[in-house]
């Protein structure tokens, strides 16, 4: 069993920066794909971007690049999301995923991951 904790959130002004962290509870966490997505309400759960196993590979969305950045250190079981130039339409409910295989790439589909964090709140103010 896998346990994500994501940390980070909160409010900012348009123009600002945050960094998401997602803390994975298991024992060999270089074994897993790591992604974060977010949900805005009323909308479905989108992709934000996504990491291998040892960072390697890393795909973004269109909406996010260039302006988020996503690293992992295996080390410390942690995989972050430095998120700059925020944007209002950047706010949402941010979750970090966990998927030992992929099926497909860039794994941006949320039924290829196995595990899930409860989310954590990014608010971005115009």
């Known amino acids: 069993q896998v346990q994500l904790v994501e940390s980070g959130g909160g409010l900012v002004q348009a123009g600002g920066s945050l960094r998401l962290s997602c803390a994975a509870s298991v024992r060999d966490f270089s074994s897993y794909y790591m992604a974060w997505f977010r949900q805005a309400p009323g909308k479905e759960r989108e992709f934000v971007s996504c990491i291998s196993w040892t960072g390697v590979n890393i795909y973004y969305a269109d909406s996010v690049k260039g302006r988020f950045t996503i690293s992992r250190d295996n080390a410390k079981n942690t995989v972050y999301l430095q998120m700059n130039s925020l944007k209002p339409e950047d706010t949402a409910v941010y979750y970090c995923?966990?998927?030992?295989?992929?099926?497909?790439?860039?794994?941006?589909?949320?039924?290829?991951?196995?595990?899930w964090g409860q989310g954590t709140q990014v608010t971005v103010s115009s």
């Open positions: 995923a966990a998927a030992r295989a992929v099926t497909k790439l860039p794994p941006d589909r949320t039924t290829l991951y196995d595990y």
